[in-house]
């Protein structure tokens, strides 16, 4: 089974603190995301990545930037986090245009 | 228009079959896929079809594809309470990688 593992489930920062989520996927997947979820608006897509070193900027991309120096791992950063970001945050990874299998998530609250 | 549609709620009662129904955007898309959140969770890969098929069945869930509408539906027989959920329709359009999502549709199972 593929394995996506984000590293926290819950977090809680402070206004103005640098954020970074990790995501880890066990599966050698080149594409990987990363979602926020949000009530009433569904799954946006943030940044995702089709190979290491590689990035695409998603539908909501502002405030955040994103990191891929391994196949494996795909990491989302807040720059400047504010309480417009508290968001359950979701990534997911796929290979080629297979399903995409996700984690399971972190919710973050951003005081 | 833009958007991957599906109906907000659903309320069925145990051991009856559930229907939720998508109309999704592209009618170039590849893939169709629903996908299941349990509270707390990440999305879970439930079933998907290609865009060349009509029907697939996979024990008690069933997705039907009508082309020509642009209309997916998941049918789950004999509706148990651990199906109550929220269920994510989704596409992902040719020469994409990238899922489309609707905004989910959340299914309570009455005892």
């Known amino acids: 089974d593929v394995k996506v593992t984000q590293s926290s489930r819950y977090l809680v920062k402070r206004t103005g603190e640098k954020v970074f989520l990790e995501c880890v996927q066990d599966?050698?997947?080149?594409?990987m995301f990363w979602y926020r979820q949000d009530p009433g608006l569904g799954l946006r897509l943030i940044y995702f990545?089709?190979?290491?070193?590689?990035?695409e900027k998603g539908d909501i991309p502002e405030g955040y930037s994103v990191s891929r120096e391994k196949k494996e791992r795909f990491s989302l950063i807040l720059e400047s986090a504010s309480t417009n970001q508290t968001s359950m945050y979701l990534c997911a990874s796929s290979f080629s245009n297979q399903p995409q299998h996700f984690g399971d998530g972190t919710r973050l609250s951003i005081l | 228009g833009e958007d991957v549609e599906q109906s907000l709620f659903l309320s069925v009662r145990e051991g009856d079959s559930s229907v939720i129904n998508c109309t999704y955007t592209?009618?170039?898309?590849?893939?169709l896929y629903w996908y299941k959140q349990e509270p707390g969770a990440g999305l879970q890969l439930l079933t998907y079809?290609?865009?060349?098929?009509d029907m697939k069945q996979d024990q008690r869930l069933t997705v039907l594809l009508n082309k020509k509408d642009k209309h997916l539906s998941l049918r789950i027989a004999d509706t148990q309470t651990g199906d109550s959920a929220i269920y994510f329709c989704?596409?992902?359009?040719?020469?994409?990688?990238?899922?489309?999502f609707g905004k989910g549709t959340k299914l309570s199972v009455i005892p």
């Open positions: 592209d009618s170039s898309s590849t893939y």
């Open positions: 079809i290609f865009s060349n098929m």
């Open positions: 599966m050698d997947h080149e594409n």
């Open positions: 990545s089709y190979d290491v070193k590689m990035k």
């Open positions: 989704a596409e992902i359009r040719a020469g994409s990688y990238q899922l489309t």
